[in-house]
């Protein structure tokens, strides 16, 4: 058996308890909102950008390389969905909760200690996006009143014209690499640790709390400040 199907059964249970979360239902539900979306758009912002810088830097990397796949960027799409909700000026009103400071922190740590482990995040985010994502869109679309992909640019890949296709190949690769029993634990290790980090980004988006909120965001981003240095 490949090492991708040792990651997906890896994965299973926590990945069952992420679609249970209230943020989750609301979406199969059609209840998402405006502030919901703006929460979820901010906080990904953050995650992409850490994420992908990341991956950039280490995609010559033995290990990264075998996920390295430039149609798979976020970014721009995000900051297209950003101003959409935000406006133009968009920049300056968000800012990186607890839930993903501590989330983009161990993106950056693994970056730094064991680069190998981005595959974990990697194959959360990015598979997640292209599975399960591809519903949200719709349902998002459907709560919203959305039309023309405004406001879910962040799960359109212009790039990736057969979507089943580019998958099977994702995992084909993953399945490509040599690793060792440690290495394979570590990385699905990794991997149930990055849906802890999105359970707790969506627990926190569940808070009936207006974003942003003006007390906390200056505290907050100091602390991004000084934790982007450690």
């Not at 901010?42 to 991956?55: P, Q, R, V």
């Amino acid at each position: 058996m490949g090492f991708s199907k040792f990651l997906r059964e890896g994965i299973w249970d926590i990945h069952s308890m992420a679609d249970s979360s209230t943020v989750a239902q609301d979406m199969q539900e059609a209840k998402t909102t405006t502030e919901d979306m703006k929460k979820i758009t901010a906080g990904l912002y953050y995650i992409y950008n850490t994420m992908e810088d990341a991956i950039e830097k280490h995609k010559d990397d033995i290990y990264v390389s075998k996920i390295y796949r430039k149609e798979l960027s976020r970014k721009q799409s995000i900051k297209e969905d950003l101003e959409f909700y935000f406006g133009p000026d968009w920049i300056g009103q968000i800012y990186p909760t607890v839930a993903i400071q501590l989330y983009v922190s161990r993106i950056e740590y693994v970056a730094k200690t064991n680069p190998m482990l981005l595959i974990a995040h990697a194959y959360v985010r990015y598979m997640g996006d292209l599975s399960g994502g591809q519903m949200i869109k719709e349902m998002i679309k459907q709560a919203l009143n959305l039309t023309n992909g405004k406001g879910t640019r962040f799960y359109e890949f212009d790039g990736i014209e057969d979507i089943m296709a580019f998958k099977k190949d994702y995992r084909a690769s993953l399945d490509t690499l040599e690793l060792t029993q440690e290495q394979a634990d570590a990385i699905i290790g990794e991997a149930n640790l990055a849906f802890l980090y999105n359970v707790n980004f969506f627990r926190e988006v569940n808070r009936n709390v207006v974003y942003p909120d003006e007390i906390e965001k200056p505290y907050l981003l100091r602390a991004y400040e000084r934790i982007k240095k450690i």
